[in-house]
């Protein structure tokens, strides 16, 4: 594993390694326990959308193992006013140890790993947000304790968190959900992707289907960064695709219920459900800290997984 670009290119055993490691770090962290695993090197963060929780967990991760962030506005690079990504990999190549981006098209990201000589981390594309799963994954092995056999439901947008959320569940041996209107069809390459789980994944338009008996329960907003200009007519097209204690009726008694945040409450999520639901969704935002962590010491300290 040199990048960590989307779920896709990770096998179930890469996965469950890189959550064992988020584990350990969450526990030297907790007790105590230094683990400078990455004293001096220095991680480039490039930011072409907002942040609260990947700029933050991102920083704060770096500084607890040892390392210096920089955070890189693109309005402030040159990237900003056109300097070829190509170029802007392999300056940041030569002086840092890794570089995180977050940005709109997925090729962006795929192009920045082509052209560096260090690991390139995905904080989110239109596409694809795999430290958001890192840390979902996590939160449901805590309070489910194991994945097998659970069914995950996700309400809302086929965006960047449901298909990187269907190829980890489905990878770790859970079914998965989805309900989502008429017309937002799956992304081709994750169409592809569930065409090998026949039995492990429906989509569906009926809410009340998809979360029947789920044990997991996960939505997110129905207006993406970069799908502003369509937010009126989402409003409309997900009226219905909301999570709420009708829906939260038909799941399992014990289900959670996840959200990667910000939340839009009365759109996507009722308060009600946001408020009773709350331990659990912050658990999974403290949790971008320690998937954060094992993230960048498997790209760039992984001797430290050898010892
Ligand atoms: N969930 C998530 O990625 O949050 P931010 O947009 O605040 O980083
Ligand atoms: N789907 C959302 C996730 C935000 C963390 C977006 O891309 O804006």
């Given at each position: 594993?040199?990048?960590l ?7 179930k055993e890469?996965?469950?390694?890189l ?11 907790a ?7 990455l004293a ?9 959308k907002s942040?609260t929780?990947?700029?933050?967990s ?5 500084y ?6 920089l955070?890189?506005?693109s309005?402030?690079?040159q ?13 940041l ?18 192009e ?7 690991p ?5 594309t ?15 092995r ?7 056999g659970?069914k995950?439901?996700?309400i ?11 190829v980890g ?20 390459e ?5 065409a090998d ?6 989509q569906?338009?009926?809410?009340l289907?998809?979360?029947?008996e ?19 007519e ?8 909301q ?19 910000p ?6 999520i ?21 998937a ?11 001797s430290?997984?050898?010892?």
């Open positions: 594993m040199n990048h670009l989307k779920m896709l290119d990770l096998s890469e996965i469950i390694e959550l064992n490691l988020a584990d350990q770090l969450k526990y030297e962290k007790n105590n326990i230094p683990h400078p695993h001096g090197k220095t991680l480039a963060m490039i930011f072409e942040s929780r990947t700029r933050v991102f920083e704060v991760g770096m607890q193992l040892g390392g210096h962030p955070f890189l506005s309005n402030d690079l990237m900003g006013r056109g300097e070829p990504i190509q170029d802007t990999a392999r300056v190549s030569r002086y840092c140890d890794g570089i995180m981006i977050r940005t709109f098209g997925h090729s962006i990201v795929e920045l790993a082509e052209h560096s000589s260090v390139v981390i995905n904080g989110l239109d596409f694809s947000h795999p430290c958001q799963i890192f840390a979902d994954l996590l939160t449901i805590e309070y489910k304790g194991s994945f097998e659970l995950v439901c996700f809302g947008d086929p965006n960047n968190m449901a298909n990187s959320l269907i569940a489905l990878k770790l041996g859970m079914r998965f959900s989805l309900a989502s209107p008429e017309g937002y069809t799956l992304h081709p994750i169409a592809a992707f569930v789980y026949p039995d492990a994944f429906e569906t338009t009926d809410v289907q998809a979360a029947k789920a044990d997991v329960v996960i939505t997110d907003v129905w207006a993406s960064m970069g799908d502003e200009g369509e937010a009126e989402r409003k409309k097209a997900f009226a219905n695709y999570i709420n204690n009708q829906v939260m009726e038909v799941a399992d008694a014990d289900a959670i219920v996840l959200h990667c945040l939340a839009h409450r009365e759109e996507e009722t308060a009600e459900v946001f408020e009773k639901y709350a331990d659990v969704i912050f658990d999974e935002a403290e949790n971008r800290l320690h954060q962590k094992a993230i960048l010491v498997k790209l760039m300290a992984p430290v997984l050898e010892i």
